[in-house]
């Protein structure tokens, strides 16, 4: 029993891990694979919706869910603005002024942080009815982490029942599978783009304060997990909803499995694991193809 409580307890920290990771990272997934653009500065939106629920707790006394409401509006309504203001203007130009562009509007983001709320690290205060444990099969497991897990598949279950039956979700993966053609279709893809850059960058704010607890909020958040992002949307293949489901799964099981069983490899195991896919499944583990 000691052994299998073990491997239930890392099994469940993974599954929280995972479910932030694809919260934070199913937009940028959508966004690549419908505009083609090369945002590394996604993690700008994570960190947002970390900074601004801690803030609204810590400072103002907001409630909990009130704050991550908070965080879903700011940072969806910055990546609006953002959009139309500065991405709009290099759709269709090459990877390397988006990369260029990305990480410039990183180092930005972090100056801005850094002005504001200094270089320290922001502590997430878990609300008293979310602290404490719950013993799972002889183990205490933290409850604020079955909470994630609870409200991020109830959060990702409205996700996928809107982009699977909605006219905006049909709109999406009309334009992933060929954006010309739904252009002749009458699909007006500027506003369709603003559109899902604005949900993907809230659902990024979102995961960001929710997992304010696991990935730390901090100047240097963009920079220090973009790399996680990557590997989601990467393995899980452009443009699906699903693939990023699955290897954010995997990440995240993989990287606690790693830190306990572990520790002093760091990080070598994941990418030994990520090349492994990508050598088996070089398009992810679900891609669908952008026209």
């Known amino acids: 029993m000691g052994d299998w409580s073990v ?3 890392i099994g469940l920290l993974g599954v929280a891990y995972g479910m932030v990771l694809y919260l934070i990272s199913v937009g940028l997934s959508i966004t690549m694979g419908l505009m083609g ?4 500065a996604h993690g700008v939106f994570a960190m947002a919706g970390g900074y601004v629920t801690v803030t609204l707790m810590n400072k103002y006394g907001v409630p909990f869910f009130a704050a991550l409401a908070g ?3 700011v940072a969806a309504v910055l990546g609006l603005v953002l959009e139309r203001t500065l991405y709009a203007r290099l759709y269709g130009t090459s990877d390397f002024d988006q990369v260029l562009f990305s990480i410039g509007l990183i180092f930005v983001s972090i100056a801005v942080v850094r002005h504001f709320w200094g270089p320290l690290t922001q502590p997430m205060r878990v609300p008293a009815y ?5 013993p799972v099969l002889g183990r205490d497991f933290p409850s604020y982490r079955l909470f994630l897990i609870g409200f991020s598949i109830a959060t990702i279950a409205v996700l996928w029942v809107t982009l699977e039956h ?13 954006r010309r053609m739904a252009q002749s279709l009458g699909v007006n893809t500027s506003r369709l ?3 899902t850059f604005a949900l993907g960058s809230g659902l990024a704010g979102l995961g960001g304060g929710l997992g304010a607890d696991i990935l730390v909020i901090a100047p240097g958040y963009p920079i220090q997990y973009i790399l996680y992002f990557m590997i989601v949307v990467i393995l899980g293949g452009l443009g699906t909803i699903r693939g990023p489901f699955l290897a954010a799964l995997l990440l995240g099981i993989a990287d606690t499995a790693c830190r306990y069983f572990w520790p ?6 994941i990418f030994i694991l990520v090349f492994v896919i990508l050598y088996f499944r070089p398009q992810g583990l679900l891609h669908r193809g952008r026209a």
């Open 7 to 9: 491997l239930i307890s």
């Open 37 to 40: 653009f090369v945002n590394l």
């Open 71 to 73: 965080a879903f509006v």
């Open 130 to 134: 979310l602290k404490g444990v719950i």
């Open 166 to 178: 909605s006219r905006f979700g049909a709109m999406i993966r009309a334009a992933v599978d060929n």
């Open 193 to 195: 783009f603003a559109q």
């Open 264 to 269: 002093e490899a760091g990080a070598v195991f």
